[in-house]
């Protein structure tokens, strides 16, 4: 019996690394992998065309330049993709005021309420009454790390 032969170009296993690295980046953005992912897969490519990128020359100098050009495409395409607004704040003191909707029972003695005010969830505890989930509530005041909130009519 005669086993196929399972070895891998240094070409293939950079562009089998760089796809790797894609998908790592895909599963826990800002991992900051899809530099080097790009650039290994189009060295790999060019491995694989042929060119001998480890040869000081001719494939290494060639090699060189498609790794720069590769890093500042994809620099200029997430550039380009990324929103040019500056990420909004929250801070407890600007809800005073806002409403809401309870997500787990709020009550007075304690802060293991929960309140979603926008897309944000925030610990909370009630001016007085329990309130129960689904109900609207406005904030009321801030108090170290969770907010008051009373029920709306």
Not at 25 to 52: K, N
Not at 71 to 90: K, L
Not at 94 to 108: F, H, N, R, W
Not at 112 to 127: M, P, R, Y
Request: with cysteine; aromatic share 6%; glycine share 12%.
């Amino acid at each position: 019996m005669v086993l196929p032969d399972l070895a891998l170009s240094f070409g293939w296993l950079l562009i089998i690394g760089g796809a790797i690295l894609l998908l790592l980046e895909v599963h826990s953005p800002g991992f900051f992998a899809t530099v080097p992912a790009t650039v290994m897969i189009f060295l790999g490519i060019l491995q694989v065309a042929g060119v001998d990128i480890s040869n000081p020359w001719m494939g290494g100098l060639l090699g060189v330049i498609v790794a720069i050009c590769a890093a500042g495409f994809t620099v200029w395409m997430y550039s380009r993709i990324t929103p040019d607004e500056s990420p909004t704040t929250i801070s407890r003191d600007s809800l005073v005021g806002k409403e809401g909707q309870v997500k787990t029972i709020v009550d007075a003695s304690t802060i293991s309420g929960k309140v979603v005010i926008g897309s944000t969830e925030w610990s909370a505890h009630s001016t007085g009454a329990t309130i129960v989930p689904g109900k609207k509530v406005r904030v009321v005041s801030s108090e170290g790390v969770h907010i008051v909130v009373e029920e709306v009519a």
